[in-house]
């Protein structure tokens, strides 16, 4: 295989963890004089917590930053601990991953903790990850893909045959400026995140598995249409 790696988001992209987000955002706000919907956390998707408590603040909460930073992170992670949310076939995409030795990478903005217990619930399915709490550049930023390809060996000029797994638009240009094959998935977000740099578009993890990240991969780096390897899938990817 051409593969060398895949590197994965986890929100919206391993788990379907946006929706607890976005209720720790409205339980927060509600509770301290401010004004939040669902509407508005799907626009902070993807976005540094501080920069979501910004928002939140700039719609009336008064909190301080640091406090909704601790109390957001503290909602999601006791919802996380509880029972993680894992996104329809993405275990079986790991599992064939791993079947074919090649690494998978989480590469999040979430603090270390939650990092750790994605870690502890993979069960040995991810070799690593790069979070938010290590000292790089946060997305769109490439530099956290970058640095999880170096933990792997892998030199920038070779990201091309590694995939990037994103959704939200700054994990997609962060991806995008990395060099890697980006593949976005679109079926667990509500934005419009087109025209990123993705090479690729798929709304669920039906049809695809190592040999079918491989053959994007291999299509990217050599040139060949995208129409071209949606005929050998089983899913329903989209090109963009």
Excluded at 160 to 188: F, H, N, P
Aim: some cysteine; glycine content about 10%; hydrophobic content about 40%.
């Amino acid at each position: 295989m051409l593969l060398k790696a895949v590197f994965w988001d986890l929100d919206g992209t391993l788990i379907d963890s946006e929706p607890l987000w976005h209720d720790g955002e409205i339980e927060i706000a509600h509770n301290n004089g401010g004004e939040w919907n669902e509407d508005l956390g799907w626009e902070c998707s993807g976005t540094p917590v501080p920069h979501v408590a910004e928002v939140m603040i700039a719609h009336g909460c008064t909190l301080s930053v640091p406090e909704i930073d601790k109390q957001l992170k503290d909602y999601v992670f006791k919802a996380e601990v509880e029972r993680l949310p894992w996104i329809p076939g993405v275990q079986d995409v790991l599992h064939s991953l791993k079947e074919a030795d090649i690494p998978s990478m989480l590469v999040t903005t979430s603090p270390r903790r939650m990092a750790e217990n994605i870690m502890k619930q993979a069960d040995g399915l991810l070799a690593g990850y790069v979070c938010g709490d290590d000292p790089y550049e946060h997305k769109p930023s490439p530099a956290p893909y970058l640095a999880a390809a170096e933990r792997l060996g892998i030199a920038p000029e070779d990201m091309v045959k590694c995939v990037v797994m994103e959704d939200s638009s700054s994990g997609l240009r962060s991806g995008a400026a990395s060099g890697a094959t980006l593949i976005a998935q679109t079926g667990w977000i509500r934005t419009d995140t087109s025209g990123l740099g993705q090479f690729a578009s798929i709304d669920s993890y039906e049809g695809i598995d190592a040999a079918a990240l491989d053959a994007f991969c291999a299509a990217a780096f050599g040139g060949v249409e995208i129409s071209f390897v949606l005929r050998s899938l089983c899913g329903k990817p989209q090109s963009t």
